[in-house]
């Protein structure tokens, strides 16, 4: 199959769903579609937990059991092994939010640092994850990122954050796990990046194993990433990038409004579209310093990046090369993807409903304001139903 055609392919996209998880998705994306319902659906469902009605069983069989593995991590391995079975590995991520005290991010630190051992066990699961906001408040993020000076309480906090960051680098290094850090917004992601910046000094001196995240709707993420290759290159060290369009571009803009400061992120979806490929372009120009996961729903900058991988004569399992998308979304990038011989990996939530709702209820938000991805989930679900005869 030419690999301008590989992505319609439905049979192999869905080859993992019955028949009712086919009616359950085609069900859930026609919902997700319709932005009012989804505004709704979401306050209620936030009513609903908040005042302890009984809708978790009602979670669960719908939204939760399609874009999340599980509410553990024993919970997720039938996922994790089946989708291993057809050449895709499993990122599990603890997609709890919102914590603000140091025993909740004590907490967080220590199920990182379990699931990373966990990792250690599975060659499905090359990857762990986690957010910065997960180890430390996003008030001491912000100020350290404005150069604000902390308090004596805040400066302890700060280092408490730092000692957090070196215990689970230091445990994914031991267990040859790479280490995914997601990014988040920009008023405090500078603190993030230096914090990364000096994990990955210290422990991708033979192999990268930390790995920052590029979020590309921001302007200046191209510039960042050649100055941090200079540094690298200076300082002896590999650099790991995950690379993903952005997920905070309403509240980016609306802050920047609000503050009266110029936006961070690119005029357009069609600049973000070419910051992203140029980002992507310079990876792949440098893989002998950095190391890249593509994670993209993005179907052109994935054909894009396969073109560059052949032009270049790479091997489309090339270790230093990762293509990742959401569990329960674009399948058939996934999918037809690893049947080619591609690295591919689904993040894959996890944790208890309650708490992993922030998390979905912002998943489907973000659906409703990308233009063509549901539409085109559905147009493929629809097609595969047809060819199902259901």
């Given at each position: 199959m030419s690999t301008?055609?590989?992505?319609?392919?439905?049979e192999t996209a869905f080859r993992l769903k019955t028949d009712s998880e086919l009616e359950r998705a085609y069900f859930l994306f026609k919902m997700i579609a319709n932005e009012p319902l989804v505004r709704i659906g979401a306050a209620a469902t936030r009513f609903a937990l908040n005042i302890h009605l009984p809708v978790e069983g009602l979670i669960r069989s719908t939204v939760f059991d399609h874009f999340c593995g599980g509410i553990n991590e024993e919970d997720c391995l039938p996922t994790v092994d089946s989708l291993y079975e057809v050449g895709i590995s499993s990122v599990l991520d603890y997609s709890v939010e919102g914590k603000e005290t140091d025993q909740q991010f004590d907490a967080t630190l220590e199920k990182v640092i379990e699931l990373t051992k966990f990792a250690q066990h599975k060659d499905a699961m090359p990857f762990s994850v986690f957010k910065p906001t997960g180890l430390g408040r996003f008030k001491i993020w912000e100020k350290v990122s404005a150069n604000e000076n902390l308090s004596a309480s805040e400066e302890k906090e700060?280092?408490?954050?730092?000692?957090?960051?070196?215990?689970?680098?230091?445990?994914?290094?031991?267990?040859s796990i790479s280490l995914l850090i997601d990014g988040e917004e920009s008023w405090m992601q500078d603190a993030a990046d230096q914090l990364c910046e000096e994990m990955m000094e210290k422990y991708n001196r033979e192999a990268p194993i930390v790995f920052n995240t590029l979020q590309c709707y921001r302007w200046d993420r191209l510039d960042y990433v050649k100055e941090a290759h200079k540094r690298a290159k200076a300082g002896g060290y590999k650099l790991g990038f995950k690379v993903v369009r952005g997920a905070y571009m309403e509240k980016e803009n609306e802050r920047a409004q609000d503050k009266g400061y110029p936006t961070p992120i690119c005029e357009s979806k069609q600049a973000?579209?070419?910051l992203f490929n140029e980002v992507m372009q310079y990876v792949l120009d440098n893989l002998q310093d950095i190391s890249l996961f593509l994670g993209t729903h993005n179907e052109n900058s994935t054909y894009l990046a396969m073109e560059i991988i052949d032009a270049k004569g790479l091997m489309k399992n090339d270790s230093r090369i990762w293509f990742g998308q959401l569990y329960g979304m674009s399948d058939h990038i996934s999918f037809n993807l690893a049947e080619e011989g591609f690295n591919v990996a689904k993040y894959i939530p996890f944790g208890p409903v309650k708490d992993v709702m922030p998390y979905l209820i912002r998943r489907a938000e973000e659906n409703t304001s990308v233009a063509g991805q549901t539409s085109r989930e559905l147009s493929l679900l629809k097609r595969e139903k047809e060819r199902r005869g259901i």
């Amino acid at each position: 199959m030419s690999t301008n055609l590989i992505f319609n392919n439905t049979e192999t996209a869905f080859r993992l769903k019955t028949d009712s998880e086919l009616e359950r998705a085609y069900f859930l994306f026609k919902m997700i579609a319709n932005e009012p319902l989804v505004r709704i659906g979401a306050a209620a469902t936030r009513f609903a937990l908040n005042i302890h009605l009984p809708v978790e069983g009602l979670i669960r069989s719908t939204v939760f059991d399609h874009f999340c593995g599980g509410i553990n991590e024993e919970d997720c391995l039938p996922t994790v092994d089946s989708l291993y079975e057809v050449g895709i590995s499993s990122v599990l991520d603890y997609s709890v939010e919102g914590k603000e005290t140091d025993q909740q991010f004590d907490a967080t630190l220590e199920k990182v640092i379990e699931l990373t051992k966990f990792a250690q066990h599975k060659d499905a699961m090359p990857f762990s994850v986690f957010k910065p906001t997960g180890l430390g408040r996003f008030k001491i993020w912000e100020k350290v990122s404005a150069n604000e000076n902390l308090s004596a309480s805040e400066e302890k906090e700060w280092q408490r954050i730092r000692q957090r960051y070196d215990e689970v680098c230091q445990v994914a290094h031991d267990c040859s796990i790479s280490l995914l850090i997601d990014g988040e917004e920009s008023w405090m992601q500078d603190a993030a990046d230096q914090l990364c910046e000096e994990m990955m000094e210290k422990y991708n001196r033979e192999a990268p194993i930390v790995f920052n995240t590029l979020q590309c709707y921001r302007w200046d993420r191209l510039d960042y990433v050649k100055e941090a290759h200079k540094r690298a290159k200076a300082g002896g060290y590999k650099l790991g990038f995950k690379v993903v369009r952005g997920a905070y571009m309403e509240k980016e803009n609306e802050r920047a409004q609000d503050k009266g400061y110029p936006t961070p992120i690119c005029e357009s979806k069609q600049a973000t579209d070419a910051l992203f490929n140029e980002v992507m372009q310079y990876v792949l120009d440098n893989l002998q310093d950095i190391s890249l996961f593509l994670g993209t729903h993005n179907e052109n900058s994935t054909y894009l990046a396969m073109e560059i991988i052949d032009a270049k004569g790479l091997m489309k399992n090339d270790s230093r090369i990762w293509f990742g998308q959401l569990y329960g979304m674009s399948d058939h990038i996934s999918f037809n993807l690893a049947e080619e011989g591609f690295n591919v990996a689904k993040y894959i939530p996890f944790g208890p409903v309650k708490d992993v709702m922030p998390y979905l209820i912002r998943r489907a938000e973000e659906n409703t304001s990308v233009a063509g991805q549901t539409s085109r989930e559905l147009s493929l679900l629809k097609r595969e139903k047809e060819r199902r005869g259901i």
